[in-house]
């Protein structure tokens, strides 16, 4: 494994062909400063370019916190800089990452190792899958300091759990356990908090396998589709259906079929 530091708030780990991030502020219950959301995005943008990383896992340092949100110093400040400030340097850069991690075309995986409040529950609504240490809780707590959510959760969290499920976490700010983030979809199942990273690159390692022009394509299906009528949403799974009939992963995938059938 090969480790290296992007920002001294994240660090950069490689194993084969998963890179693991790990948001490393754990004094500050890995907030999300600017610098922190910036070293992000940069790490993901190296990510996509390199093709011998195939998947992310997605952590925070400590056992406490996954991300308690927007660092409320940098939140504070943009905010008494007035609306256009505060449209540009939160909601953009906010929005900007969770839309990056939910269109992703590698597959990336949130390890909630704590609590995931604010912008950490957000970044794990974008995540395309999530796994949950026993003890991590979820909340969307913006509303008691007078604002939606404002990292894309006001329309992702909804959109997952159901309107009313959704609007019961945003307008309440009550926190919920793991195995209540289970159940209602947030995050695909609970483990064990010493099995978390083991787990999760587990479940990477069984999409690896496949090629990745067929892992980018149902990625890309999914999450253009999720939210169209049903003929459109159709239409974009021809399209990817298309994109990968040329590939060498259909060649190979079809090859390896007539084999076992042999």
Request: hydrophobic share 45%.
């Amino acid at each position: 494994m090969s480790a290296t530091v992007i920002e001294p708030t994240l660090r950069v780990a490689r194993d084969g062909a998963i890179t693991t991030l790990t948001i490393d502020r754990p004094d500050k219950l890995n907030a999300l400063d600017y610098a922190t959301i910036d070293a992000l995005t940069a790490a993901l943008d190296a990510v996509e370019a390199d093709d011998t990383q195939r998947a992310v896992v997605l952590t925070g340092a400590g056992e406490r916190a996954f991300s308690a949100g927007a660092d409320i110093t940098d939140l504070a400040g943009s905010i008494a800089g007035g609306v256009d400030r505060a449209l540009r340097e939160i909601v953009r850069r906010g929005q900007g990452l969770t839309r990056r991690i939910e269109e992703f075309p590698k597959p990336i995986i949130a390890a909630v190792n704590g609590l995931a409040y604010g912008g950490g529950c957000e970044v794990t609504e974008a995540a395309p899958l999530a796994l949950a240490a026993a003890h991590a809780t979820f909340a969307k707590p913006e509303i008691g300091l007078g604002f939606p959510p404002p990292f894309g959760g006001s329309q992702r969290l909804p959109r997952h759990i159901g309107r009313k499920r959704g609007l019961e976490l945003i307008l309440t700010g009550d926190p919920i356990d793991a195995a209540r983030a289970a159940e209602l979809g947030l995050v695909n199942r609970v483990v064990p908090a010493a099995d978390l990273l083991d787990e999760a690159n587990a479940l990477a390692e069984r999409i690896v396998r496949h090629s990745a022009s067929a892992v980018h394509a149902c990625l890309a299906a999914v999450t253009r589709g999720i939210g169209l009528p049903i003929d459109e949403g159709l239409a974009v799974e021809a399209s990817w259906f298309a994109v990968t009939v040329p590939t060498e992963g259909v060649a190979n995938g079809l090859a390896r079929f007539r084999d076992r059938r042999r």
